[in-house]
């Protein structure tokens, strides 16, 4: 069992910069993939970003590349989102995931998450 708690959202100025984190409970974070998620008002969930056990290997939605930066620290059982250039279209509640996988896996849709965080909401003002 993995229990996930996120921090770190709030409201920012467009062009500003905040940093999500995702803290985990448990001895197994070293055999999780980790991924952030985010569900804007009236739409569906979507993938943000994807990161392996070790953090080796990442994966960026389309509208966040170079922008957004997946990290974790293992000794921490943490993993973080440092979000910057934000734009108003980033609003939304960001959910972080785990799933159990293969070292050097990354899962860049929903179904390979088995647990899921209580989300921290990020609004962006224009």
């Known amino acids: 069992q993995v229990q996930l708690v996120e921090s770190g959202g709030g409201l920012v100025q467009a062009g500003g910069s905040l940093r999500l984190s995702c803290a985990a409970s448990?001895?197994?974070?070293?055999?999780?993939?980790m991924g952030w998620f985010r569900q804007a008002p009236g739409k569906e969930r979507e993938f943000v970003a994807a990161?392996?056990?070790?953090?080796?290997?990442?994966r960026y939605a389309d509208s966040v590349r170079g922008r957004f930066t997946i990290s974790r620290d293992n000794a921490k059982n943490t993993v973080y989102l440092q979000m910057n250039s934000l734009k108003p279209e980033d609003t939304a509640v960001y959910y972080c995931?785990?799933?159990?996988?293969?070292?050097?896996?990354?899962?860049?849709?929903?179904?390979?998450?088995?647990?899921w965080g209580q989300g921290t909401q990020v609004t962006v003002s224009s």
């Open positions: 448990g001895r197994t974070f070293s055999s999780v993939a």
């Open positions: 995931a785990a799933g159990f996988a293969s070292t050097l896996v990354v899962y860049t849709t929903d179904k390979g998450y088995s647990y």
């Open positions: 990161i392996s056990r070790s953090g080796s290997i990442t």
